[in-house]
């Protein structure tokens, strides 16, 4: 054995023993038990703040669904000349429909 695995050894002896004693210590149990207490009311104020963080998330990404659809809607009522060739193209013939496609991704 070298001398710094018997120093080692020694170190985790004392701090044990330390610990021990501490332990029967009420000034140093009571110190412990409040600061576990605070450790859990911190843990309790940081779960409340990321479920708001997360509620809030949602409640935008419903709004941005709803608007989305509600811009889908008027879009099917008032559709501009692109999206009623879009419509139209649907019942065409496929060998039609391509090459109205295939316009409009060109741009004529």
């Known amino acids: 054995m070298s001398w710094g695995k018997v120093g080692l050894f020694a170190g ?4 044990a023993l330390i ?8 000034k140093v149990r ?7 207490a ?15 963080i997360v509620d809030d998330a949602s409640d935008l990404r419903a709004e941005a669904e709803r608007e989305r659809k ?9 559709p501009t000349a692109k999206e ?12 039609v429909r391509f090459e109205l496609t295939r316009h409009e991704d060109i741009g004529f």
């Open 84 to 95: 009623a060739v879009g419509c139209c193209c649907l019942n065409l013939v496929p060998e």
């Open 19 to 26: 610990v021990q004693a501490a332990g029967k210590s009420k």
């Open 70 to 78: 509600i811009d889908a809607a008027q879009i099917r009522k008032h």
């Open 38 to 52: 605070a450790c859990m009311v911190a843990n309790d104020n940081l779960q409340v703040g990321a479920q708001s």
């Open 30 to 36: 009571d110190t412990a038990v409040n600061g576990l």
């Open 12 to 15: 985790g002896v004392a701090a």
